[in-house]
C-alpha cells in the first residue's frame, strides 16, 4: 500500500516522476501501453523509445514491488526492452531497461554488460552509470563501485533518481563492511543510506540496509528509529513485511543475508 500523492504532481511529468513514485510509475506504463496500442501509426524510432520508455517503468514496479508487479510485468519489460533494441540498437535507454531486466532475473554479470552498453551509448546517462556500479556490488567487484555512482552523481546532482544513485553507493560500503577482513567502517554506508532514505522513501530496501548497517555499527537508537519509522510508515503495509520475511537469500550474497538476518525478525 503507498500513500497517494498530489494528482497534479503525478501528472505533471508522469515519466521522470516514475521513478520514485508508485503512482506515476503506474500512470506512466498505462499511459505507454495505450499509445503503443497504436504504434503502427508511428515512426520506429518513436517506436524504440516508447517501448524503452515502457520496459524501464515496468522494471521500476517490478524491482520496488510496486503496483503488484511481478513475473507478467518482468516478461512484460524483456519483449519491450528486446523490440526497442531491435528497432534502435544504440538506445542508451532500452539497454538500459534490458539491464533491469537481467537485474530482476538476478542475471548480474548480463546486467552488467548492459548498463556498460548504456552508459557507453550515452555519456551523459547518468542513470546507466549508476546501475553500472550497482552491478559491481552484486558481483563483489568493490573496488569498481563507487566510481560510476560518483559519475552519475557529477552528471546530474539533482536527478529525480538520486535515491538510486545514494542508494548504490550506500550498498557499495555496506557490502564492502561485510566483506571486509579488516576493521568494518559503516559510516560511509549510513552516511548515504541515510541520504537514500531521505531521496526516496517510497521503497523497502534502502530503509532495511540502513538498519542493519546502524545495528553493525552498535547505533541502537538509530536501528531502533529506522525500524520504527519503516513500519509506521503508512506507505507501506503487512503484505511488505511478510514478503521480506519470506526472503531467502543466496549464499553467496553476504550483504543481503546479513541485512535480511537483523530486519526479519523486527518485521
Known amino acids: 500500500m503507498f500513500q497517494t500523492r498530489s494528482a497534479t504532481a503525478v501528472a505533471a511529468d508522469p515519466i521522470i516522476n516514475a521513478v520514485v513514485s508508485p503512482e506515476a510509475s503506474l500512470v506512466a506504463r498505462d499511459l505507454l501501453r495505450m499509445v503503443l496500442a497504436y504504434s503502427a501509426l508511428f515512426r520506429p524510432d518513436w517506436v524504440a523509445v516508447l517501448k524503452a520508455l515502457l520496459a524501464n517503468v515496468l522494471m521500476n514496479d517490478v524491482l520496488n514491488w510496486w503496483n503488484g508487479a511481478g513475473a507478467d510485468e518482468l516478461n512484460e519489460a524483456s519483449v519491450a526492452a528486446d523490440e526497442a533494441i531491435k528497432l534502435n540498437s544504440n538506445s542508451a535507454l532500452a ?3 534490458k539491464g533491469l531486466v537481467h537485474s530482476g532475473r538476478r542475471h548480474h554479470d548480463d ?12 555519456r551523459g546517462f547518468a542513470r546507466g552509470h549508476a546501475q553500472f556500479g550497482n552491478q559491481k556490488s552484486f558481483l563483489g567487484r568493490l573496488d569498481e563501485v563507487q566510481d560510476p555512482l ?5 552528471l546530474s546532482p539533482d536527478d529525480p533518481a538520486s535515491g538510486y ?5 550506500g550498498r557499495g560500503y555496506f557490502e564492502a563492511a561485510v566483506r571486509s577482513n579488516a576493521q568494518a567502517d559503516w559510516s560511509n554506508a549510513i552516511e548515504w543510506l541515510t541520504k537514500s532514505v531521505e531521496a526516496l522513501p517510497t521503497v523497502w530496501y534502502n530503509r532495511c540496509y540502513l538498519a542493519a548497517a546502524q545495528n553493525n555499527a552498535g547505533d541502537a537508537n538509530g536501528r531502533r528509529q529506522t525500524i520504527t519509522n519503516f513500519k509506521n510508515d503508512p506507505r507501506f503495509d503487512q503484505a511488505t513485511f511478510d514478503r521480506i520475511k519470506q ?10 543475508k546479513s541485512m535480511l538476518d ?3 525478525p523486527l518485521l
Do not use: M, T
Not at 111 to 122: C, E, G, P, T, Y
Not at 165 to 169: C, N, Q
Open 150 to 154: 560518483d559519475k552519475a552523481i557529477s
Open 165 to 169: 544513485f545514494y542508494w548504490g553507493k
Open 95 to 97: 539497454h538500459h531497461a
Open 262 to 264: 537483523f530486519v526479519q
Open 111 to 122: 546486467a552488467r554488460k548492459a548498463f556498460r552498453d548504456a552508459k557507453q551509448l550515452d
Open 247 to 256: 526472503l531467502n537469500p543466496d549464499p553467496k550474497e553476504p550483504a543481503r
